[in-house]
């Protein structure tokens, strides 16, 4: 699973993305992100309690996307360590093959 250099950018940036509240959120419309329903529209304890239970979800679903997105990232640092490890180990046969030529 490939992600391009555009895609991880979208991706951080969406998990970077901060919201901004004009008033105290689920204090009522217009206030906390606008009509969300008509408990949010209601105002009071329970528009506090929706807007609070609708940031935890946006946190939890964050903190899972950063840990994909920092499992893949270790994935992909392995495999390359793997590429480079292959790749001295080659370099290392044709030094090998070079020099027995060169004693004949």
Same mark, same amino acid.
């Given at each position: 699973? #490939?992600?391009?250099?555009?895609?991880? @950018?979208?991706? @951080?940036?969406?998990? @970077? #993305? @901060?919201?901004? %509240?004009?008033?105290?959120?689920?204090?009522?419309?217009?206030?906390?992100?606008?009509?969300?329903?008509?408990?949010?529209?209601?105002?009071?304890?329970?528009?506090?309690?929706? +807007?609070?239970?609708?940031?935890? %979800?946006? %946190?939890?679903? *964050?903190? !899972?996307?950063? +840990? &994909?997105?920092?499992?893949?990232? &270790?994935?992909?640092?392995?495999?390359? *360590?793997? *590429?480079?490890?292959?790749?001295?180990?080659?370099?290392?046969?044709?030094?090998? *093959?070079?020099? !027995?030529?060169?004693?004949?």
């Amino acid at each position: 699973m #490939n992600f391009s250099v555009r895609s991880r @950018v979208s991706l @951080v940036r969406a998990l @970077v #993305n @901060v919201r901004m %509240y004009s008033g105290e959120p689920g204090s009522g419309a217009g206030k906390g992100g606008g009509a969300g329903g008509a408990i949010r529209e209601a105002g009071g304890t329970f528009g506090k309690m929706e +807007a609070a239970r609708e940031d935890e %979800y946006f %946190y939890k679903k *964050q903190k !899972e996307q950063l +840990a &994909n997105l920092k499992g893949h990232l &270790n994935k992909e640092i392995a495999f390359h *360590q793997d *590429q480079i490890k292959r790749h001295e180990d080659a370099i290392r046969r044709h030094q090998q *093959q070079m020099s !027995e030529m060169e004693k004949k």
